[in-house]
């Protein structure tokens, strides 16, 4: 799939975040830095930053998603059902691969 379009998938699934933090106290990054950026809802929000053009996160974004160990704890909270696995952790890390 081109990077554009995992690109597009990514946002249209991280703008549905409202930053409740229902996903961060279960989320075992979190439990494990008690960093707000090392939760599920710092992926979502820098996902959507790096997916708006914001590239300098890209970096610290990709150390995210790596970490994650996609337990899905943080989609069982979340109100509005976002696909954090699917639809953002796993496409980002083909694109990690592909830029790689
Ligand atoms: S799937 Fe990833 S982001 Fe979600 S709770 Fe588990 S480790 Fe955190
Ligand atoms: S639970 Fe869902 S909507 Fe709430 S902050 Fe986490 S990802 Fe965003």
């Known amino acids: 799939?081109?990077?554009d379009v995992l690109l597009e998938q990514v946002q249209n699934?991280?703008?549905r975040c409202v930053n409740?933090?229902?996903c961060k106290?279960?989320?075992p990054l979190f439990l494990a830095s008690?960093?707000?950026l090392y939760s599920a809802r710092g992926i979502v929000f820098y996902a959507?930053?790096?997916s708006i053009?914001?590239?300098e996160v890209l970096q610290k974004l990709l150390e995210l998603v790596r970490m994650c160990i996609m337990c899905r704890c943080c989609e069982v909270r979340c109100p509005p059902r976002i696909k954090i696995v699917d639809k953002?952790?796993?496409p980002l890390r083909k694109l990690a691969y592909q830029k790689q």
């Open 53 to 55: 053009g914001k590239r």
């Open 34 to 36: 008690r960093e707000d």
């Open 13 to 15: 699934e991280a703008i």
């Open 25 to 27: 106290a279960i989320c």
């Open 48 to 50: 959507y930053l790096y």
């Open 1 to 3: 799939m081109p990077s």
């Open 88 to 90: 953002i952790v796993r």
């Open 20 to 22: 409740c933090g229902m």
